[in-house]
Each structure stands twice: as C-alpha cells, then as structure tokens.
C-alpha cells in the first residue's frame, strides 16, 4: 500500500500525502481526506508520507508539519507506562515475521488517550519494510459505549436488587412459618411477591427492548389499530385502580384514518407516556388524538397523540435528553429507560416524537405514527 501527491512538505502544493507509486489510493479513487479514521503512512525509510484530515484532528498536528518528518517525531506515542512505542515495536528493524500491531491504547503528547493500530507492508514475506501504515481512532466513542454498558449494568443490578430481595424474603418467611400467619397477611404477602415478580418481568422486557432497538431487530406486527379506543383503555385501567375520572381529558378529532400499527408497541408508548404523566405530572392530564395532514397532498396520512399535564414540566437545558438512555428528571424513579424504549418503537413504525412545554406549564409528548400498511403487504 502507498499514497501519493505531488510535491515535498512545506511547498504550497503540499497535500496531505506524498509520492509514491502505482497503487497509491488515488488511483484506486479513494482521498484519505475521506476516511472516518486517522490514516498516517510511512515509507521505507521512516518518513511520513501520508497525514490525513482524521490524524489531524486526533493529534492536533498539521498535515504540512507531520509530512516528510520520521515516524517517531511526528507521531510521538507512549504507552500507558510511559515508554515511547516506536522505540518498542522497532518496525523496521524488528522481526522479519511481523506484520502488524493489534490495536491498543497510547497516549499522545499531553496524555490524550488514542487507539493505535499498525500494519508492516513487505514487497515479499520476510522481506524488509516499504510502508508503515498506522490506523488512529478517538477513544471517546469507545468510552461513550463502554461507560453506558456499565451503567446499564449498575441500573439493572440496582433495579433487580430489591423486587428479588422482596421475593426472597418473603417466600422464606411465608415458608419457615406458614402457620403462624393469617390469611390476610399471607394475601398480603403473595401479593407483594406478585408485585415484585412483575417489576423484574418488566426490567428483563425493557432490556430485550433495547437490544432489539439498538440492533435493528425490533420486529412489528401490523394490524389495524383504533387509537381513540387505546387511549380509552388506558384511562379505564387508571380510573379502576382509583384514580378520579376527571383527571383525564381525552379528546378525539375524527374521522382518524385507518392506522396499521403494532397493537401491542402502541400500548407500550401510551402506558409510558401517560405513566409519566400521572406520576411525574400534576392537574389534568390532556390527550388529543388528531390526523395527521399532508401539507403536500392534503391527505391524512397519519394519527397524532399528544400527552399534556399541567405540572412543573421538563427543565429546557434537559429537553434534549429526555429520550437517551438512563435519563431522569429531578424526582424521577424507575430505571431512565422508559422513553427511550418509546422513541425507538415509534421510529421503527416510521414516526416522530417530540417533547415540548405544554399550555398549561407541564410536559407535552407528541407522537406521531404514518398510515403505513397491513403486515402482508411490507
């Protein structure tokens, strides 16, 4: 492998390569401006002949300072004990067998962590060295994804901790002295356990959720769905559990047009949202049930929901996390999942979600889902 350009570092036509032969990546129609990594390309003598737009950023070295100069002084990496790497892996001198590093973590100058990785080009096995070419990644994306694996795993050991600890400890008890208690108090009992059994059913549900989400794997199965009467269930269940009637206001602009959806991920978006709102919100919880125009055709192409309280609602500065993972307002509870579960099933039907300031002062969740078609038919 080699990259080419047409002059030396430090002339104004200098790019970000220099020359080399024909199978540079120009002629294979690739600009190493291009790639998403950090490419830097040494030839058979140690200088640095290729310093693309990634390196630059990464390191925070210009391409016309790092052309022409050897490896070691324009790429000057350690590694976490603080010795210096090219003085280690010797890649012109060290074993004729090698041909590569496995990618590890460096540091640059002024102990900004980077992700190395390096291959030894040979004209023949064993022969000597024509190009070093050094791969270089940001380690922030990697410690984004290693530092939500770990709060994942911190949430649902903390979630998990105390339904299985209610469970373990009455069971025990309930099987230890049976006898000793009343009927009322082992109802009391089995039903907590119920209750709590419930609770892990929904964390493990909520985790498979965001395994299939994050995968693409989130299957839906279309059937017609009538939205005014989903959201009626809903209040019914809320208002038999003994909640006051009046504090929902469902309101249904008709006609809706006829909506195929996945009955069962719809019900998990209302019962998120309106769960929010009944617990997190105060006064009157709205919901307008509206079709959706085409501004083009003029045609409804699909239903709106709109979930509104009356409480203190979401701070501005947090409008823009409220659907990532683990997120929680001042007094929320439960696991900071919730909406990002509902954001991944209404974008996988093909919809829109947004969060807002409602009139009366509270939180205003708005989803919207496309007609789309019967399952048969996508």
């Known amino acids: 492998m080699s990259v080419g350009t047409s002059s030396a570092p430090g002339t104004p036509e200098a790019t970000h390569t220099a020359p080399s ?17 950090g490419l ?4 058979e003598h140690g200088h640095v002949i290729c310093f693309n737009a990634a390196a630059e950023r990464i390191t925070a070295v210009r391409a016309a300072d790092a052309l ?3 490896l070691e002084k324009a790429l000057p990496l350690e590694d976490l004990e603080g010795r210096r790497w090219w003085q280690l ?85 309930l099987l230890a002295k049976w006898e000793r208690f009343t009927d009322d108090q082992k109802r009391l009992m089995l ?64 006609p809706l047009p006829d909506l195929w959806a996945d009955p069962d991920k719809v019900d998990q978006v209302l019962s998120n949202l309106l769960e929010n709102a009944v617990r997190h919100g105060e006064g009157t919880v709205t919901i ?47 696991t900071g999942l919730g909406l990002y579960i509902v954001k991944g099933i209404v974008e996988v039907h093909g919809g829109t979600i947004t969060v807002g300031r409602a009139p009366g002062g509270g939180a205003e969740f708005r989803f919207t889902l496309p007609v789309s078609a019967p399952a048969y038919l996508t």
């Open 21 to 37: 032969g024909p199978d540079s990546l120009a002629e294979l129609g690739l600009d190493p401006d291009q790639l998403p990594d």
């Open 40 to 43: 830097v390309v040494a030839d």
């Open 68 to 70: 022409g100069q050897r």
């Open 89 to 173: 892996t010797d890649p012109y001198g060290g074993l004729a067998i090698r041909v590569r590093q496995p990618e590890r973590n460096l540091l640059l100058p002024g102990g900004r962590e980077v992700l190395v990785t390096a291959r030894y080009v040979r004209a023949r096995p064993t022969g000597p060295v024509r190009r070093v070419v050094v791969g270089l990644r940001d380690t922030e994306a990697r410690r984004r994804t290693e530092r939500s694996h770990a709060e994942l795993i911190a949430t649902v050991a903390h979630e998990l901790r105390s339904p299985l600890t209610s469970v373990k400890g009455f069971t025990a008890t």
């Open 191 to 254: 039903e907590t356990v119920d209750a709590d059994a419930d609770r892990v059913t929904r964390l493990i549900a909520e985790l498979l959720d965001i395994s299939r989400i994050d995968s693409g794997r989130l299957e839906l199965r279309r059937q017609p769905v009538d939205m005014g009467a989903a959201v009626g269930r809903h209040i019914q269940a809320y208002v038999a559990a003994g909640l006051p009637a009046d504090r929902f206001l469902l309101r249904i602009e008709q």
């Open 288 to 334: 307008d049930v509206t079709p959706t125009a085409s501004p083009r055709e003029g045609e409804d192409t699909g239903t709106s929901v709109t979930v509104s309280d009356e409480g203190s609602g979401i701070p501005e500065e947090s409008m823009n996390r409220v659907f990532t993972r683990f997120w929680r307002g001042s007094k929320r509870g439960g």
